[in-house]
C-alpha cells in the first residue's frame, strides 16, 4: 500500500515559543541514524511514557551521541512529536476506490484489527495525558499527528459529497470527530475490558453514523 512521506518536526509556535522546530541545516544526515533514533523514542515512550523519556537514554539505547539528537530536534518535545508523526506512514496516500461507505467500512475495519497491537494505540492516550500540562507539546502532536489522520477522513467525505453520495450540506468536521471518537472511545473501553456496545463492528458503527448524511435514494 502506498504510503505518505514521514512528517518532520517544526512549524508550530504557541506562547512565543517554537516548541517543536527542528534545527537548521548542517552536515549531511545519517539515514540509519534517523531511524534508529525515532525507533527507539517511540520503543522507550511505549515502556516509559512521556515525562519518563530522556534524551541520555535514547542516545544510549539507539547507539548515537546526544549530540547527534540534538543537530536533529530543538528538544525532547520536537523529537517525541517528530517520533509519533512517523507513526503517520500507516495512513495510504489516498482515499482507495469504492463507495463512501465502503471505504469508510474497509478502513474503520483494519485500523479496529490493528488497535490491539498499534503503536499508535498504546502511544496517543499518552499524549492525551498530557494536553493540560504540556499544552504546547499537545498542540503541536495534534497539528502534526492528528491532523493528517483527520485530513484522510476529510477527503473520503468530500469526494462522497462531490460524488453525491452524502448530502451537499454535510459538515465535513462533524462527521469525521463523530467516525474517529466512536471509534476511539469504543475501541479503547474493549481494550479496558469494557464494552458499551457488544456485538457492535466497525460497519455498524459507520452505518449508524451515516445514516443521517447519506443522499436518500428516490423511490
Not at 28 to 39: C, K, L, N, Q, V
Not at 156 to 169: M, T
Not at 174 to 184: A, D, F, G
Request: charged share 25%; with cysteine.
Amino acid at each position: 500500500m502506498s504510503v505518505v512521506q514521514r512528517p518532520v518536526a517544526g512549524g508550530f509556535v504557541a506562547d512565543g515559543a517554537d516548541v517543536c522546530a527542528t534545527r537548521g541545516p548542517g552536515r549531511p544526515r545519517d539515514a540509519r541514524a534517523d531511524e534508529a533514533i525515532i525507533e527507539t523514542t517511540l520503543d522507550l515512550m511505549s515502556d516509559v511514557g512521556v515525562t519518563g523519556l530522556s534524551i541520555e537514554e535514547v542516545a544510549l539505547r539507539a547507539g548515537v551521541s546526544k549530540a547527534t539528537i540534538y543537530r536533529r530536534f530543538e528538544s525532547k518535545d520536537a523529537l517525541i512529536v517528530a517520533a509519533l508523526a512517523s507513526l503517520n506512514s500507516e495512513l495510504p496516500a489516498a482515499p482507495p476506490d469504492g463507495s463512501t461507505r465502503d471505504v469508510l467500512v474497509s478502513v474503520a475495519e483494519a485500523w479496529w484489527l490493528s488497535h490491539p497491537t498499534s503503536q499508535s494505540a498504546q502511544l496517543f492516550p499518552r499524549l492525551f495525558g498530557h494536553a493540560r500540562s504540556n499544552p504546547r507539546l499537545f498542540g503541536c502532536f495534534f497539528d502534526q499527528v492528528i491532523e493528517p489522520r483527520r485530513d484522510f477522513f476529510r477527503g473520503l467525505i468530500r469526494r462522497g459529497i462531490n460524488r453525491g453520495e452524502l448530502r451537499q450540506e454535510t459538515d465535513v468536521e462533524l462527521l469525521t470527530t463523530l467516525l474517529i471518537s466512536s471509534s476511539v472511545y469504543t475501541m479503547h473501553l474493549r481494550a479496558a475490558g469494557r464494552d458499551v456496545a457488544p456485538g457492535s463492528t466497525a460497519a455498524d458503527f459507520v452505518d449508524a453514523i451515516l445514516a443521517g448524511f447519506l443522499v436518500k435514494a428516490d423511490h
